[in-house]
């Protein structure tokens, strides 16, 4: 299950890290743009039309890793659970046990 994670992260992680890139890019436009001909800010509207693509790219593209990796997660904990019922029981009472003290405790 680890390493569906670790997708998921470095996914979101380069997506993020995109989109900071993009809004630090906006930011910069628009603080320069007071002195651009028509021509420059239209090729600077493309530039930035073209990476809010992107970064709405990453960013679907990490809500679908996060998705797969929920689902390969549930499938593996469903077949765990199929293949040991009793010890399955033991980890939730044991969970629950641990709960219940760490409740107590406050």
């Known amino acids: 299950m680890g390493s569906y994670s670790g997708d998921w992260l470095r996914g979101k992680d380069r ?3 995109h989109v900071r ?3 630090e890019d906006a930011e910069a436009l628009l603080k320069t743009t007071a002195g651009y001909t028509s021509q420059e800010l239209e090729a600077a509207r493309r530039r930035l039309h073209d ?3 992107r970064a709405r790219e990453l960013y679907h593209e990490a809500q679908r ?3 797969d990796s929920y689902r390969q997660a549930s499938a593996h904990t469903d077949a765990y659970v199929r293949d ?3 010890r399955a029981v033991g980890i939730a009472a ?3 046990v641990v709960i219940g003290l760490l409740a ?3």
């Open 15 to 17: 997506a993020v890290d």
């Open 21 to 23: 890139g993009v809004v």
């Open 51 to 53: 990476e809010l693509e």
């Open 65 to 67: 890793s996060a998705v």
């Open 84 to 86: 040991n019922p009793w």
């Open 94 to 96: 044991a969970v629950g």
């Open 104 to 106: 107590m405790r406050r």
